[in-house]
């Protein structure tokens, strides 16, 4: 990063940045890419593109757009949202179909579909190539615009082995994300046909997001389509392994082979724990597990975590969780972990 070429980038002058979007352009399979901050700037400048006042946009209910990223579809463009109910995230052909209004003077107009590649709150779920490729036949059928929130595209591409122009192929716009799990400070590339980026720069402008010396950033981002991206498998191995342990503590509900990917959501209802508690327990421990809801976490894997700390934050759960719970009967993993303790590993750990 430091020794980054930089130049104007708002004027398309700087060649880091150049250099990035034609790789994620390459890499995406589509003719034009843009840099932007954010990943969140990608999903509005995308909506605002396709969409007009008085359009709406189907989306899985629990996608980020819905509800993470401060209503911008109707701040910014107008646009109304259906949510569609989908288990883990991933809904049917047979779904957005019944979704999509019937052109009357009163409805809204349904201009464009979502995908969440993967999707987070449902689990890490990986969108099947086959769904998607049915999804997009039904956004071709009824003249929408279909566009993938690929925060976590390179996750879906490593756990699957399908490439990322593959994935990336019947969309109209899809964006990677450099900030999650590919390690970098900040970042996304934003991708579609040379007609989408041209009206995307507008936005860009529009919105503050066209950077000076952003070559500085988009270095980190070549970095880490070079370095990063076959580590995500240890990622999800990682995820895996904790899922594995943890489904083992009484009390903890989660289904393993839900695990696809990085993520790991779990329920301790039955613990008799709040999930706060529990979560301010293991930050003394320098473990720190987001809190979704009362009794909900979700665990993220990534690569500032290895086997050895993931280990340690599986026993940390089970010690916490069984030793507040004394009446319960006596329970012990497999190993010696719980018994003995693997080192502390020092410094902060993220989730
Ligand atoms: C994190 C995330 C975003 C937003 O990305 P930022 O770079 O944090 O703005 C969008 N969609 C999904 C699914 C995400 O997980």
Known sequence: MANAAVGDEQRGEDPTVNRLCARVARLLGKKAAMFLPSGIMC?????????????????????????SEGA???????????????????????????????????????????????????????????????????????????????????????????????????????????????GCPGGAVLAGSKGFISKAWAWKHRLGGAMRQSGILAAAGLYALSHHVAHLAEDHANARVFANRIAKIPGVSLDPSRVQTNLVFFD????GLKATDLATQLLNRGIRIGVESEYRFRAVTHRDVDRMAILEAADALAEIILTTQPRKPLFMLNDQHVKSGVPRISGAKTA
Do not use: Y
Not at 268 to 271: A, N, V
């Open 43 to 67: 999903n509005h400048i995308a909506i605002l593109v396709h969409c007009r006042p008085g359009d709406e946009i189907l989306i899985a209910e629990n996608s980020h757009i819905i509800q």
């Open 72 to 182: 911008g579809a109707a701040v910014l463009a107008g646009a109304s949202i259906k949510g569609i109910p989908a288990p883990h995230g991933i809904f049917s052909a047979d779904d957005v179909t019944k979704a999509i209004c019937a052109r009357k003077l009163r409805s809204p107009h349904s201009r464009l579909i979502v995908v969440e590649q993967t999707n987070n709150r449902g689990g890490g779920s990986v969108w099947p190539l086959d769904i998607i490729e049915q999804v997009a036949e039904v956004a071709q059928t009824h003249q929408l615009k279909i566009h993938m929130d690929g925060a976590r595209l390179m996750n879906a591409v490593v756990a699957t082995g399908v490439s990322a122009s593959t994935f990336a192929e019947p969309f109209d716009s899809v964006w990677l994300g450099l900030s999650k799990g590919l």
């Open 268 to 271: 301790i209802e039955r613990t």
